[in-house]
């Protein structure tokens, strides 16, 4: 069992930079892919990121390549997402999951855990 929780949300003018953190417990973390999702109100649960237990692989969605970057400290049992050049339409709650098959997958049936999100809010 893991439990997830993220942390860094906030508010943020365009332009702008965020980092979130993912805290997990349990001592399975470092043989987990990771992965960032984003989700509206009334829409579907978007990809943003994924990170094998390595850290080698990582995988990005098409909307955010570029802008950010995923990252993870197995001795902290941490995961991050730095957010850079932040537009309105990043505005959602992110959530991360954790994914016990390691594939780096963008689709979230794959993950086994999820966290409970945090809010970002990017002003313009």
């Known amino acids: 069992q893991v439990q997830l929780v993220e942390s860094g949300g906030g508010l943020v003018q365009a332009g702008g930079s965020l980092r979130l953190s993912c805290a997990a417990s349990g001592r399975t973390f470092s043989s987990y892919a990771m992965g960032w999702f984003r989700q509206a109100p009334g829409k579907e649960r978007e990809f943003v990121a994924a990170i094998s237990w390595s850290g080698r692989t990582k995988n990005y969605g098409d909307s955010v390549k570029g802008r950010v970057t995923i990252s993870r400290d197995n001795a902290k049992n941490t995961v991050y997402l730095q957010m850079n050049s932040l537009k309105p339409e990043d505005t959602d709650v992110y959530y991360c999951?954790?994914?016990?098959?390691?594939?780096?997958?963008?689709?979230?049936?794959?993950?086994?855990?999820w966290g409970q999100g945090t809010q970002v809010t990017v002003s313009s």
């Open positions: 999951a954790a994914d016990r098959s390691n594939a780096v997958t963008m689709r979230n049936s794959a993950y086994d855990y």
